[in-house]
């Protein structure tokens, strides 16, 4: 364990596919930080996501690299590999069990969105995780938080002293949204970071061909 990561108590993680990340990421992570008091976030990108089997993802690297450049003004916040390093498919499961290995005494809050939270009785051994892991879920339009409520009903553990509600501001961004709208050559800007931007333009991602 490095030095810096001693003080670490509160931590954050956020997990995705970030196929792009975009500003909605970006801020639901920073208000979970402020909210819940978290020392760090770390992004986690995944590496093969069960539930997107069937679509095309694009490369690892380089949606770890898009992550790096979006969190990169943010000293809070960092980019792990764990998933991307690992083979099969990445379970937030074992991701968290890496982490509780990696850090002393650490308490972990996952971050998610609540459309993901509203899937997490198909996540692998639910039970477990709940266990030790505290989850953050934040509204996206679309998804009240009501829904939360049948989904809490049915899980194993009293669910409501772990998934803790996050209200954030509003943001009806998501990287489908935007890999159409690159795809079909309309403007992305303002959605996500620039360097972000720059670098899916660079590089041709999501371009038809
Ligand atoms: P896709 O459209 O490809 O599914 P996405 O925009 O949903 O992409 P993911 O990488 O699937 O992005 O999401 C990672 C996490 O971030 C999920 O927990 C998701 O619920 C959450 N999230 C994504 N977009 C937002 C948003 N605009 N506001 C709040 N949470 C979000
Ligand atoms: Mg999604």
Redesign the pocket.
Known sequence: MSESNKNIKRLGIMG??FDPIHYGHLVTAEEARGRFNLDKVVFVPSGKPPHKKGYRVTEARHRYLMTILAVATNPYFEVSRVEIDRSGYSYTVDTVNQFYEHFDDVELYFIT?A??ILEILTWKNVEELLSKTNFIAATRPGIELTQLDEVVKKLPVPAYDVIHPLEVPAMAI???DIRSRVAEKRSIKYLLPEAVEHYIYKNRLYVED
């Open positions: 995705g596919t969105g459309d993901a998501s990287s489908t």
